[in-house]
């Protein structure tokens, strides 16, 4: 997974290209980390080129979603993979999470 | 069957899944690829991260096919502590995110994407099989 961040006045622009499985989460996590700390609490997440997600990756989402909450913050993920989006409505991420 | 045995096992689910979405018994269509491979990502996780203390161990994996039914039938066995997947708790998908635990998803996504499974052990092994109706 190919994460691009790019923070333009208050907020945090963030690209996902490719997937996220067992393989690569741990670097995923790492690669997103800079998103759960800090003035980033308003964060809109490009998801159209992400083509696979495991429950690795959304382990990773949930943390970050957590720490953007706890932060009272805001986080969206748009333009999301219909099959990716059915593996986030099946355990519930999409109550959780906003998607566009 | 098509099947192969995988010893060590240690870092190498991507191996193993990319052996299984290799069958020529596994469907063309994308979005059951995308399903199938989902789940098969999380029960070979599963024996990879927990069944064998360090992870020495084999695990044999295999699929086969129904020519009359196309029904796509996936087999994991491993030799690992006892564990049966299907005896653990559904995630309670309504809490909030602050509420929502970390982690515990995988063998539920792999229920919600697969048509059956089912679980025994026997000889010492764990064998867990998983079915997919399919088209071709």
Do not use: H
């Amino acid at each position: 997974m190919i994460v691009t961040i790019n923070k333009q006045d208050e907020k945090t622009f963030v690209v996902l290209d490719g997937r996220v499985d067992s393989s690569n989460a741990d670097q995923f996590q790492k690669d997103v980390a800079p998103l759960m700390e800090g003035d980033n609490t308003d964060i809109d997440i490009d998801c159209t080129n992400m083509t696979y997600t495991s429950s690795q990756g959304l382990r990773v989402f949930l943390l970050l979603q957590k720490s953007v909450s706890s932060r009272n913050g805001k986080m969206v993920m748009r333009n999301m993979d219909p099959r990716v989006k059915e593996v986030f409505d099946i355990t519930g991420f999409s109550n959780i999470i906003t998607i566009v | 069957m098509i099947k192969k045995r995988f010893n060590p096992i240690t870092d190498r689910s991507s191996e193993i899944i990319a052996f299984l979405m290799a069958s020529p018994d596994m469907p063309k269509d994308d979005d059951l690829r995308f399903k199938i491979e989902l789940s098969i990502e999380e029960a070979v996780e599963n024996v990879v991260q927990y069944a064998y203390e360090g992870g020495i161990g084999w695990l044999e994996a295999g699929t086969s096919l129904d020519d009359q039914s196309l029904i796509l039938t996936i087999e994991l066995r491993d030799a690992g502590v006892p564990f049966n997947p299907l005896e653990m708790e559904d995630p309670d998908i309504t809490l909030r995110a602050d509420e929502r635990p970390v982690g515990g998803l995988g063998i539920y996504l792999c229920k919600s994407m697969m048509d059956r499974i089912s679980y025994r052990y026997e000889d010492g092994n764990n064998i867990l099989i998983m079915e997919k109706q399919i088209t071709n």
